[in-house]
């Protein structure tokens, strides 16, 4: 057990700020820098991020989001319009990826926002 004692934190407020892309802390730093990197500490507040490990967290809400988007418009406008098949492939990867890379970066941010909300520490220690 540590012996420094973790001072309770709001979670709706951390998520916020990390979705926002920033310092969960105090919500004046940037949280990510190149994309997805976290900062190792706030340039505004000091607060160390670069212990955290989102993991497979990220990816596994964008891929969440982006599906439950993407999947009822496609069945709607097949439903509603029946589009030639070329406009299909022209549309939906072309959406499915430019969702991901605006939402990659923000779910990584809430999930580091929540893991600094819950005291979260890096495996092992
Ligand atoms: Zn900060």
Redo the contacts with the bound molecule.
């Keep these: 057990m540590s012996s420094q004692s973790f001072q309770p934190r709001s979670k709706l407020t951390a998520a916020l700020r990390g979705f926002a892309g ?8 940037a949280l990510l820098h190149r994309y997805l990197k976290p900062v190792e500490r ?6 160390a991020y670069g212990h955290l490990r989102a993991d497979d967290a990220p990816p596994w809400m964008t891929i969440f989001i982006v599906g439950h988007i993407v999947v009822p418009l496609l069945l709607s406008v097949e439903q509603s319009y029946q589009p030639p098949l070329w406009l299909h492939f022209a549309l939906w990867p072309t959406l499915a990826l430019a969702l991901t890379l605006l939402l990659l970066p923000r779910c990584k941010g809430v999930i580091l926002g929540m893991l600094w909300a819950t005291g979260a520490r890096e495996a092992g220690t």
């Design positions: 920033q310092c969960p802390c105090c919500g004046r730093g706030c340039s505004h507040c000091g607060e």
